[in-house]
């Protein structure tokens, strides 16, 4: 009954037109979050789904044993493609001798992301292909053909079993994970597994599944992995396989969240505006309902449903126009956005709604559930029962709501909470600088009265609406000035960390021997000369004297660690790419002591702490070393960088290759020729796709960021519109006032543009001020890069400011200086 | 008890009040803005409230009608004590029984005539209320502008629709704050007549607040207030006698 007395008189108010600006705010608010959300949504699944191509897969299960039929089972049940993969080492041979190469046996669809590229001949043109060796034919790394000294389509003996080598596999995905592996790769059909004799009880053979299809059902099935627990049974995604890619991906989605962020800051500004004119102008209505007889708890209760009912269909409005939109731009966009993006997702429309229930329920109860208590005689004495709105502590409950909403929406709690107190901070800078302003401006009294002046006085006069109105603009330039710096500065520093001579190979499997001449190599035939890093294989086997494996760890990472070797190096001086988080680097004088760095997330999987010592393996020798120092690296940086490092001395006479990266351009392929023909026992790693993966991923993200912004500014407009309104209707009787005692239209006009130029200024010029200190405060502290000072954003911030506010202000607030002083007097008699 | 005017009618009493104060705590001390009075009013009565601006009028029109509280004393309604009631009890009870009329009219601006004059009805949960509303539309001659909105009236078409909506209901009661004061004499001068029409013939208290003299006349009786004081109080001829 209620509900339908509610929704009556909701009808009511719609046909007046009083409901109009809350409802439009809301649209538009939802409708930029929404649009935003579904765009960022989108491209980035999209980018998780283009970088599987790395891993061949979406999800990869490694174990000692063969699957059992549960897993195949679950897989088929979910809708998943599933492929069986075998990997081991092995001796293979030719005529012309035998060489350890790492068998790769594969079931026809392998890869399942991505596409194998093979040649026909060394270094023929690459060709992309779907198929697998057929049964009874093998395919091998170019390398593997030049130690053999075989041609295409001579014999390869495999165990028992003689294959044709019928082509060379040029790039694989999911070779990512062991892109170190020293022997050379061979491909083969699963068919021929059984007859090659090779798998006996006891081999050293990695099973691995590689599973494909929807993500949730990839999620689903992730889920039920870790239930089975199986005993030495790890998974990787391309995030574990990739840390390039890790690093480009998740700094992705901190660029996306926050653009999204943005846009939820200036809807929630926008949409608590247009909530509390609605509750100031519900006043005598609840008076008058008081009046002719409803009791507390039916305004209460009809004034919920109301908002219900208003936020339930401007939400749902918002989200559906939101969708169309971002379907229209991604069309408009066309080629570029590239990538076939997947589907829209249904989370981007619970959270828009949420955005704008949440914030609505959030800044327009407070005062609707003081509406409640405005007394009936309201009728009669009409200064009774204000709503004092600039109390802070009445929209606690708001800005508690909008602070969930943004640490839900930024996907990245660290970034959600550093940006809820970046915003909640601007409020009170914003509150303090407007008492401020409104202080000095009480302090000012020149002789002669100017226009100007009485703008001022405006200001001072309706302090409360002023220091709302500073708010609102100021955190709306500043959520704007953000977006402007991540879209300038914070993408162009990125681009600029991936140069265009970034190393796009690696050489491995240098021996001592061949450092010299391979120095002499490089300064013959390409223009940056890399340095040469020793290479060490080896595990950590006991921490503190207590031994580990895999199993003294419930951590699936810290497994993965200790299920292989890694990499460990020595050097004298730290890379640039790392950087010293605890601890210290060894000095010359230490160069001979046993001491090792250890990689930050290496330290904290493994739980492994300043001053403990570590007991390492390397090939049948052993060495001991005390942790001086735990390093970050910059693993997007597309160095040689290695989990652990000691000082020189240590590992000097050690089993040592050496390895470097290098960059060599499209054109320069036949260094590569004279590189394995000059020395036959280097392996050479191509990461140009690696490397091109994260470029593209970065183009993406700033084209999602452009896009973004131009939605954000419709957002801010709204902010705009919704702060100029939030004054219109106590301009329009001072206006109504100032005329009839003889002010003329110009002077009102310039006290307008006064007021309004210096609202604008002042919000922008501290919205610029937050604007650096929060994006340098997440540039440094989440996307952990260099922000490069920008005082442009000042004069934009602050230029922008006052030249925006005041038009709009003026156009908007010309209404109130045209009308006819005795056509607003009888208006206000009528509320 | 030389300043404390009784007004006893034994025979009918609808409203009565007994021993009504109103102070209130101002920065500079306690300020009395009533003092005690008690007075009765019977059936069928018109009783303006008259005295200079700020003697107390509204104040007492707004105890009386129970949307404000006295500091002691009781206003009895069919004796029952209103500010025995809560809050909400007293809503309940202007809903069922008391009408309004205002300076300002105050018409909901978001609805329409009809739609304003429904409003209690519909609070009251009456059946079919559109149709009574256009009927008592209809009696004060806007039966034609029942879709405009409050904006697109005139000053003395709001204030019949206000009258409408006050008589909707039938009340027993109706206050009325200074019926007159935003609108010309002849307009005002209709509205008056409207508003002793509707009282007769509904048979309803009518206590009105007033500064124009000729609506003072008008009423049967008169309760002059000086600076909270109940001073004086004159029996006119009223239009009872007219």
Known sequence: MIILQAWKQLVREWRSGELYVLFFSIVIAVAAVSSVSFFTDRVQRALGSQANELLGADLVLNGANEFDAAYFEQAQQLGLSVVKQVTFPSMVMSDNGSHLAWMKVVEQGFPLRGQLGISDGLFKPEVKTNEIPAAGQVWIEPRLLSALKLNINDTLHIGALALRVTALVTSEPGRGGDMFNIAPRVLLNYQDLAATQLIQAGSRVRHTLLIAGD???????????????????????????????????????QFLGLAALTSVILAGIAIALAAKRFAQRHLDHCAILRCVGATQSYILKIY????VFIGLLASLTGAAVGYFAHELLINMLGSLVGVNLPGAGFSPVIFAMATGLVTLAGFALPPIIALKNVPALRVIKRDLGNINASRILSYGLGIGALSFIMIMQAGDIKLGIYMVAGAIGAVVVLIACAYLLLFMVRQYRPKVSSPWYIGL???????????????????????????AIIRGDLLDEWQASIPSDAPNRFVINISPDQVPAMRVFFQE??????????????????????????????????????????NLSWAEALATSNTIV???????????APLASIEKSVAENLKIKIGDSLRVKVAEQFFTAKVASIREVDWGSFGANFYVLTTPGLMRDMPTTYMTPFFLADDQYEVLNKMVERFNNVTVIDVAAVMSQVRMIINRVTLAVEYVFMFTLLAGVMVLFAGIQSTLDERMVENAIMKTVGGKKKQLLQALWAEY????????????????????????????MPMPLNFSIWIYGMLGGAIGVSIFGVLGSAAAIKQPPMQILKKISLS | ???RIMLENKSNPLLKVKNLSKTVTSPGGELTLLQAMDFTINRGESVAIVGPSGAGKSTLLGILAGLDTPSTGEVNWLEQNIFALDEDGRAQLRGRMAGFVFQSFQLLPSLTAIENVMLPLELLRVDNPRETAQEILSKVALAERCDHYPRQLSGGEQQRVAIARAFVVRPKLL???????????????????????????????????????????????????????LTELVETIGQADS
């Open chain 1, 215 to 253: 993500e949730r059902a990839v999620a689903t099935f992730q889920t039920f992995v870790r239930k089975q627990n199986a005993f030495g049974v790890s998974m990787q995604d391309v995030r574990d396989a990739r840390p390039e890619v890790k690093v480009a991906l998740s700094r992705a989605e």
């Open chain 1, 757 to 784: 130029l210096c609202l604008g200024a002042l919000s922008g010029l501290i919205a610029a001020l937050l604007a650096t200190i929060v994006s340098w405060v997440i540039a440094h502290f989440i996307l952990k």
């Open chain 2, 175 to 229: 206050f009325a704050d200074e019926p007159t004061g935003n609108l010309d004499s002849v307009t005002g001068g209709k509205i008056i007549d409207l508003l002793f029409e509707m009282n007769q013939a509904q048979n309803t208290v009518l206590i009105l607040v007033t500064h124009d003299k000729s609506l003072a006349d008008r009423c049967y009786r008169r309760l002059q207030i000086d600076v909270g004081k």
């Open chain 1, 525 to 566: 035939n390409v223009s940056k000369v890399p340095e040469l890093y020793p290479m060490i294989r080896g595990r950590i086997i006991a921490i503190n004297e207590r031994e580990i494996t895999s199993d003294s760890y419930e951590d699936q990472h810290a497994k993965q660690m200790l299920s292989r070797e890694f």
């Open chain 2, 1 to 3: 008890m030389n300043n």
């Open chain 1, 457 to 483: 006085r405006n200001l001072v006069r309706r302090s409360n609406s002023s220091i709302i109105q500073i708010v609102a603009f100021g955190l709306g330039i500043m959520a704007l000035l953000i977006l």
């Open chain 1, 582 to 592: 605890e601890g210290e680097w060894w000095q010359a004088k230490q160069f001979d």
């Open chain 1, 304 to 307: 919920l449903w109301q908002i």
